[in-house]
């Protein structure tokens, strides 16, 4: 009997807890429809923090406590393990944006031999550090990076540097007229159906604001420039980790 009792117990206990998750997460959706359009699509589950919901919107993460009144962005970070929870949950977005890209609609380099790493670039033609990080690409392909390449002309659609990516893009060698744009040469001014409309909602998908930049196959960005050897050692890292 007492058997019973403890059981029922539990069970009424268990059911409260989920009723009042559910009525929170309700509580904080409700909240998010009128500070975002995208409250419908948010992502939302209790945190590691008690009381505090991980509030996933597209790739950004946020945190709300349980009355949906409070919203926190920024770093979380457990100072026991050292662990940025921010981050972490990020890169998993990024990277479950990136398994689902489209090579077919990228300039890709194979690595020399196995690829035991892919990056993937956000490139401005007429970016001087991305001419510099183009100039690279021998010697992390060497040492099996594949780079792939996605656009990213700052200045917008019509610009000129637009232009250059779609130019490129309807070239017959598309490597190869990257590789003479990236030098400062010219190339044919072609126009054709073309990926960089997406490439730049990709960017606004990815929160991305800088060129060049680069995501790592784990999700990791990093804005800007990196020496080839630097970046060599941090996706070393990132595998052994």
Known sequence: MYFKRSLLAMLVTTATVVTNAYADENTIRNTLQHITPNAAQAKISPSVVP?????VLGTRVL??????RYVFSGDLIDLKTRKNITNAV???QRKAVLNGLDESKMIVYPAKGKAKHTITVFSDIDCPY???LHDDIPK???AGIKVRYLSFPRAGVGSESYKKSVAVWCSSDRRESLDKVMMG????????PNPVI???KLVELLRINGTPNILLDDGEMIPGYISPKDLIQKLVGSSAG
């Open 63 to 68: 945190f709300m406590d349980d009355s949906g």
């Open 130 to 132: 991305c001419r510099k």
């Open 51 to 55: 009381g505090l919901y991980q509030v």
């Open 185 to 192: 040469k010219k190339i044919p001014m072609k126009t054709c």
């Open 90 to 92: 990020e890169n998993a």
């Open 140 to 142: 992390l392909t060497s």
């Open 198 to 200: 997406d490439d730049l």
